[in-house]
């Protein structure tokens, strides 16, 4: 029973994306904001496919992959980029006139970041270990995006409830998986480095399960008559 709850959350990178994806698909029209929210889940579902076809290979040995599929961390690195990217403009239609330049400026001090990381620390086909940098740099920023979207509600003098704040579910979906994976990420390669790998393949079950949630809050979202 242990095992299989194990490989339904090892797939839920896949199957939870088709929770949000049957509400957009059903519900076809919605805000501007809620764009880039669609083009992520999309990108993500596609990405995340191939990040698991991968993982089947190394350990089923199907086919004989290039050295390029051998790994798929850099996936892991391109869906990180893709969701801090899509996330950002996601906060960025919201439109809230709270820290509004500063939301526009780190996007691209991300990819600075990443660029430098990937150039002179890390490589971005690093075929052990995923990129704690990244995904850590990632977690950080959103997370701040998260906080100054609650923090622009409280300031905000307005008689609409807080459930129906614009992008309010995907928000605090967003909220809840970032502030659960942030520490994950930190410390995954360390973990891995002290010959934890155990405890880092079971730590992950919480960023899976985080994921999960994150996908029904978007569900939530797309769902609302008023969004």
């Not at 919605?30 to 596609?46: D, E, I, R």
């Not at 622009?152 to 579910?169: R, S, V, Y």
């Amino acid at each position: 029973m242990n095992n299989v709850f194990h490989k339904i959350l090892d797939w839920s990178e896949v199957w939870a994306l088709l929770i949000p994806l049957t509400f957009i698909l059903y519900r076809k029209k919605s805000s501007p904001y809620l764009k880039p929210v669609k083009l992520y889940v999309v990108l993500a579902l596609l990405i995340n496919i191939g990040i698991n076809l991968i993982w089947i290979n190394n350990v089923h040995h199907l086919y004989d992959a290039p050295p390029l599929l051998q790994s798929n961390n850099f996936l892991y690195n391109i869906h990180s980029i893709v969701r801090l990217l899509l996330l950002s403009w996601f906060f960025i239609l919201l439109d809230q006139r709270f820290m509004h330049r500063v939301k526009f400026v780190l996007p691209f001090l991300f990819i600075i970041v990443a660029t430098i990381n990937f150039i002179f620390f890390e490589n971005f086909f690093n075929y052990n270990v995923l990129s704690s940098r990244l995904l850590a740099t990632e977690a950080a920023i959103l997370l701040f995006y998260c906080l100054q979207y609650f923090i622009f509600i409280l300031i905000e003098d307005k008689a609409q409830p807080f459930k129906n704040q614009p992008g309010i579910w995907v928000v605090t979906g967003l909220t809840i998986y970032v502030a659960s994976s942030f520490s994950i990420f930190l410390f995954y390669t360390y973990l891995l480095k002290k010959s934890l790998k155990v405890f880092a393949v079971n730590i992950w079950d919480v960023h899976n399960i985080a994921y999960i949630i994150l996908c029904i809050f978007i569900a939530i979202n797309f769902y609302k008559k008023n969004e």
